[in-house]
């Protein structure tokens, strides 16, 4: 299975903030590679698919980049409905397989 | 409007068998993968397997490869993950998802989930 690490495990921000998050994939995975949100008791959301494009719906403020084996979720500008846990995914080959999450809290 | 509706929350005991489901609705369901993600309390998501109703074509997750059993009814629009045995590291939040948009590989739509719990 392709292994993805996700960095750092959390982080504190404040309103206003930017804030980067990283994926590694422990092989190439080209630029198959989503990244989600997930707050507390909902269900995860596509924020992002392809490394870079975003989903309808999802504001500006997010962006993705990377191809290979690096990947980075941006968020520029952190509105307070931002905060909550990130997620990257490969879908290079079977079984697709997250990364552990990356938790984003208030300073 | 597309969407996938889950079965409801289960409480079962450690041997017992369990079938939850996945219903989708706005889209030709035979056309479309779905598949199950399981979260466990606290931890992150984990693949389980996905499904293409049209022909049945199933692929597991090596780590649910014998565990569970993923199938899929197009007559009624539902997909189906099931346990012939539960034990208590079953007990999770699972859910289902369609990369409607997006071929197979990201999953746009999501159920609300069904939490499965396990005990004795």
């Known amino acids: 299975d392709i292994q993805m690490t996700q960095s750092p495990p959390s982080l504190s921000a404040s309103v206003g903030d930017r804030v980067t998050i990283t994926c590694r994939a422990s092989q190439q995975i080209n630029k198959y590679l989503n990244w989600y949100q997930q707050k507390p008791g909902k269900a995860p959301r596509l924020l992002i698919s392809?490394?870079?494009s975003l989903h309808g719906g999802i504001p500006s403020r997010f962006s993705g980049s990377g191809s290979g084996t690096d990947f980075t979720l941006t968020i520029t500008r952190l509105q307070p409905e931002d905060f909550a846990i990130y997620f990257c995914q490969q879908s290079y080959t079977s079984p697709w397989t997250f990364g552990q999450g990356t938790k984003v809290d208030l300073k | 409007e597309v969407q996938v509706v889950q079965s409801g929350a289960e409480v079962k005991k450690p041997g017992e068998s369990l079938k939850i489901s996945c219903t989708a609705s706005g889209y030709i369901f035979a056309n479309y993968w779905i598949a199950w993600v399981r979260q466990r309390p606290g931890r992150g998501l984990e693949w389980m397997g996905i499904i293409y109703p049209g022909d049945s074509d199933t692929r597991y997750s090596p780590s649910f490869q014998g565990q569970v059993t993923i199938s899929a009814d197009d007559s009624i629009s539902t997909a189906y993950l099931q346990w012939s045995s539960l034990k208590a590291s079953d007990t999770a939040m699972y859910y289902c998802?369609?990369?409607?948009?997006?071929?197979?590989?990201?999953?746009?739509?999501w159920g609300l989930g069904t939490l499965v719990t396990v005990s004795s």
């Open positions: 392809a490394a870079s």
């Open positions: 998802a369609t990369p409607y948009d997006y071929g197979i590989h990201a999953f746009d739509i």
